[in-house]
């Protein structure tokens, strides 16, 4: 038996003409807005508040910020803004603890050997170096 497995399963079905169902919310809700803001309030007043609502309908139904659509970002803001947050720090050891600290360090230090090159070794192998150097010059 073959099963057909459903293709496309994160894009919203178009439902009114080229929108879905969330986008024509979003626009009837500004045009509802924006018609009582023009009812209700005087002109001088109603203007900004019309042009707000349009503007944040508009935002809600077409824009996407990094692939993201602008439901979600709004979202996140506002859960960002007014949820509670959790701060966590390393509090600094106490002066007897860093003591103990810088201590450790300096055996650690310490411990580890770095060779020291002398002006006969460092000779040595600028000779050897030369003359590898002429035996491939001589080669080619």
Do not use: C, H
């Not at 990094?66 to 506002?78: A, T, V």
């Amino acid at each position: 038996m073959r099963f057909q497995v459903p293709q496309f399963i994160d894009i919203e079905d178009k439902i009114f003409g080229p929108f879905t169902f969330k986008q024509f919310i979003y626009l009837l809700g500004g045009a509802g807005g924006a018609y009582v803001f023009y009812r209700l309030l005087p002109i001088i007043i109603a203007i900004p508040l019309i042009i707000a609502v349009i503007g944040l309908a508009l935002a809600l139904t077409f824009l996407k910020i990094n692939g993201r659509p602008f439901p979600e970002i709004l979202q996140s803001w506002f859960s960002y803004f007014f949820k509670s947050k959790l701060f966590i720090w390393k509090q600094a050891p106490k002066n007897q603890e860093n003591k103990k600290v810088n201590q450790e360090k300096e055996v650690k230090e310490e411990k580890i050997y770095i060779p020291k090159l002398t002006e006969g070794k460092l000779k040595d192998i600028s000779w050897s170096l030369d003359v590898l150097d002429m035996d491939k010059n001589k080669r080619k």
